[in-house]
T-cell receptor, first 114, second 113 residues
Framework: AQSVTQLDSQVPVFEEAPVELRCNYSSSVSVYLFWYVQYPNQGLQLLLKYLSGSTLVKGINGFEAEFNKSQTSFHLRKPSVHISDTAEYFCAVSRSSGNTPLVFGKGTRLSVIA | DTGVSQDPRHKITKRGQNVTFRCDPISEHNRLYWYRQTLGQGPEFLTYFQNEAQLEKSRLLSDRFSAERPKGSFSTLEIQRTEQGDSAMYLC???????????FGPGTRLTVL
């Protein structure tokens, strides 16, 4: 079975400051890793995903994440946040056998302060 | 491509009543997933289909829950004899075999009084 731990439930940050949202996972099999964003009253939107290859993954809206197998982490970063980045962010894993259900963390609420 | 749609967006019901939700996936997607999200939690997997076949069910899916995808297109999720603990956002997602990205609908928010 897989599990995901998002280490911070809330992260306040000032506009134009950098941010890192932390995610650790546990799995006995190979996994794919994902970050989703959920804006208020909207569905989940994929930010980025790691399947294989380069451990540094770039996504939409200037976000990037780095897969670290030895530390079983997949932290999300952005060098300069905007007010519009205020949202709930979810880290998720799935078995790498493909098209399998996602296991999500509890989410991190990013609040960008003007 | 109109995305994944769900109906209704909101449902308020009394305890003990039955409810049914509908999900229409992206048209060419053959995989369809149901998740449940409670306040302050991440989505939790309930069940998924490939075409009309239900491939996996979570332990969360009690006997009061049933899901169907009769023609391999839209899906329904029915909850019988609703309980207050069923109050949650029910999310549907779809994907194409070979593509690991799941596309999510806006969800159906269920409130059981």
């Amino acid at each position: 079975a897989q599990s995901v731990t998002q280490l911070d439930s809330q992260v306040p940050v000032f506009e134009e400051a950098p941010v890192e949202l932390r995610c650790n996972y546990s799995s006995s099999v190979s996994v794919y890793l994902f970050w989703y964003v959920q804006y208020p009253n909207q569905g989940l939107q994929l930010l980025l995903k790691y399947l294989s290859g380069s451990t540094l993954v770039k996504g939409i809206n200037g976000f990037e994440a780095e897969f670290n197998k030895s530390q079983t982490s997949f932290h999300l970063r952005k060098p300069s946040v905007h007010i519009s980045d205020t949202a709930e962010y979810f880290c998720a894993v799935s078995r790498s056998s493909g098209n399998t259900p996602l296991v999500f963390g509890k989410g991190t609420r990013l609040s960008v302060i003007a | 491509d109109t995305g994944v749609s769900q109906d209704p967006r909101h449902k308020i019901t009394k305890r003990g009543q039955n409810v049914t939700f509908r999900c229409d996936p992206i048209s060419e997607h053959n995989r369809l997933y149901w998740y449940r999200q409670t306040l302050g939690q991440g989505p939790e997997f309930l069940t998924y289909f490939q075409n009309e076949a239900q491939l996996e069910k979570s332990r969360l899916l009690s006997d009061r829950f049933s899901a169907e995808r009769p023609k391999g297109s839209f899906s329904t999720l029915e909850i019988q004899r609703t309980e207050q603990g069923d109050s949650a956002m029910y999310l549907c997602a779809s994907s194409q075999t070979g593509d690991n990205e799941q596309f999510f609908g806006p969800g159906t928010r269920l409130t059981v009084l």
